[in-house]
């Protein structure tokens, strides 16, 4: 099965005008125009409009793969993802990818291993760029938090319930037909305990 990087669920055509600041946050005059990148002309800040770091972790266990189903209130709401979310600023994927299993599943991970990484054009105001590991499960009690209202093992070779993320399914079907292990990672932070 081939990779697959790239998924977008819109007809991307630059950044719309109503995602840009019109002024200035920080002296509050007019900004200036621009395609990647607007700066305002009075004090040099620059509007930058990045996609929003993310981290998924596909965790297998026994021929299963661990899914939540997300919250009311999340991004594609009823439907079904990898664990993950957004890196903070002063954190490092490993890291992040750590945190995010534990507040989502109440599971400690170890990161065994680099398999991919994706653009998601999701809407208009939320492009992601997502690192995905493998990771196997290390300890804790499985229990849905943060965005997910419920957590369930399905059988890696399907069926795959409805998916909120089209990468999500790619990433499952393309780690069942190839068992592709990844890259390695750094140990130093791949089982880090936070």
């Known amino acids: 099965m081939q990779p697959e990087q790239v998924f977008s669920s819109y007809p991307v055509r630059g950044v719309s005008e109503r995602l840009w600041f019109g002024y200035c946050p920080r002296c509050g005059r007019p900004l200036g125009s621009g395609a990647g990148a607007r700066r305002c002309p009075g004090c040099g800040f620059t509007d930058y409009k990045n996609p929003l770091p993310g981290v998924v ?16 209130r999340s991004f594609e709401p009823g439907r079904w993802c990898l664990p993950g979310g957004f890196i903070e600023y002063a954190e490092d994927f490993l890291t992040a990818a750590v945190r995010e299993v ?34 196997r499960v290390a300890g804790g009690q499985a229990r849905a938090g943060d965005d997910l209202e419920e957590l369930r093992w399905f059988p890696l070779e399907g069926p795959l319930p409805p998916m909120a993320f089209q990468a999500d399914r790619h990433i499952i079907e393309r780690y069942r037909a190839t068992r592709l292990a990844g890259a390695p990672v750094d140990p130093r932070y791949a089982g880090r305990r936070m």
């Open 57 to 72: 972790v596909l965790i297998e266990e026994q021929g299963r793969v661990l899914l939540g189903r997300r919250g009311p």
């Open 102 to 135: 534990r507040e989502e599943t109440g599971l400690q991970v170890e990161i065994l291993s680099l398999l991919s990484v994706v653009s998601n054009f999701l809407a208009e105001e939320l492009h992601t760029l997502v690192v995905v590991l493998l990771g």
